[in-house]
């Protein structure tokens, strides 16, 4: 099987975002060039980059010796020299082993999960804080977490702090988390003031999609379900994150599949995917069940309901790649093959290309690897 993690670019684009023509510009984008064709495992020489550039070889020199000396790359061998003939060039790659991101994940139930990781998001230390069934995360344990974190780390090697939350996330802000009831909670400027680092703070579910994106087998343009206490979705076109105008975008629970007599929905609505295709619901269901084909029933029914709210956003943005994440118990074959039927049935037209349902390649530390992914994007673009 083929990843396609060595053909991204990097950093992921910005929506909305102007480039100015000012040099300190010029060298960011230069920086942000040379990092995306290296990012995450790529190998190349000054000249090679050069080539897949455009840069001329003394600005290649230049940024090229700026990000060693920033700890972002480093010297990683010598390029093959078929001929034989002359100096053999020497391979930059990206640097794993000087700067730091520290990462929180607030996805999980009854646990708070937080790690030191690389410019790859690979975890070097990690920490968690298990929480009753009485217990609320609070901006206090966040606080303590990411201080334990860096006590053994040298602070110029922080390049950023990660949170991957539920809910709406604007800015920083958490508008509204009904999973950690929050709301109007301005995380990034709390932790911010408390740390000193740049903090950057987006959706658990976005997080997921872009860990997917760079170590699994994501396309440049893709939709990304995650199936748990709730079910969320994130979407990716030509690289930019669909954020949507009230950062809301990926609100698929909400889609109401039967809006007249279905159950009703914590947001008011009846029917709402949330209250057919979750962890809780689907795992209610099973254990009411009398025998295992009536459990596997169960399954295909929900992949089917699935299916039916991916058909507008599959047809309406072209969407070949659907990647779902969730616990093997319920997004397993039966789950997949059900939904891959029903897409078929409902998307498939001369039209469009055949929509892959496919299950996530990327572990239980998706959201961890995901929300320094977000730092290492940022820093990139934004500069120090």
């Not at 060039?89 to 730091?100: E, K, Q, V, Y």
């Not at 169960?298 to 599959?314: D, H, K, N, T, V």
């Amino acid at each position: 099987m083929t990843s396609y993690a060595n053909t991204i670019s990097f950093p992921l684009h910005t929506p909305g975002r102007t480039t100015k023509a000012s040099p300190a510009d010029v060298r960011r984008n230069n920086r942000s060039l040379v990092f995306g064709l290296l990012f995450p495992n790529g190998q190349l020489s000054r000249a090679d980059l050069g080539r897949q550039t455009g840069l001329s070889r003394v600005a290649i020199s230049g940024v090229a010796n700026s990000m060693l000396d920033e700890g972002l790359i480093c010297e990683s061998g010598f390029d093959v020299n078929a001929s034989g003939k002359g100096k053999r060039g020497t391979l930059l790659s990206i640097d794993t082993s000087r700067l730091h991101i520290i990462s929180v994940d607030l996805s999980q139930e009854h646990l708070v999960q937080g790690a030191v990781t690389d410019l790859l998001g690979t975890p070097q230390q990690r920490m968690e804080m298990a929480l009753g069934p009485d217990n609320d995360i609070n901006a206090d344990m966040i606080v303590q977490l990411v201080d334990q974190l860096r006590t053994d780390i040298d602070a110029d090697t922080i390049i950023g702090i990660g949170i991957a939350a539920t809910g709406v996330v604007e800015d920083g802000v958490i508008r509204e988390s009904t999973v950690l009831e929050w709301r109007d909670l301005d995380l990034r400027g709390m932790l911010e003031r408390r740390f000193g680092f740049p903090v950057t703070i987006s959706n658990d579910v976005v997080c997921s999609m872009l860990a997917e994106r760079f170590f699994g087998h994501g396309d440049k343009s893709m939709l990304f379900i995650k199936i748990d206490r709730g079910i969320g979705a994130a979407t990716l076109i030509d690289d930019v994150t669909v954020i949507g105008q009230n950062h809301a975008g990926g609100e698929i629970g909400h889609i109401s599949l039967d809006p007249e007599s279905g159950v009703l929905c914590p947001c008011g609505k009846r029917g709402c995917l949330e209250t057919m295709v979750t962890s809780p619901v689907i795992r209610e269901r099973i254990r009411r069940a009398s025998t295992p084909e009536e459990q596997l029933d169960i399954i295909r029914s929900c992949g089917e309901q699935l299916a039916a709210a991916l058909a507008m956003p599959i047809g309406l943005l072209d969407i070949i790649d659907i990647c779902v994440y969730g616990p093997p118990d319920i997004v397993n074959a039966a789950f997949l093959e059900a939904t891959q039927r029903r897409v078929d049935m409902v998307s498939s037209s001369k039209f469009h290309k055949h929509t892959s349902v496919r299950r996530c390649q990327v572990g239980s530390d998706i959201a961890l690897r995901g929300s320094a992914i977000d730092v290492v994007h940022h820093y990139i673009e934004n500069g120090h």
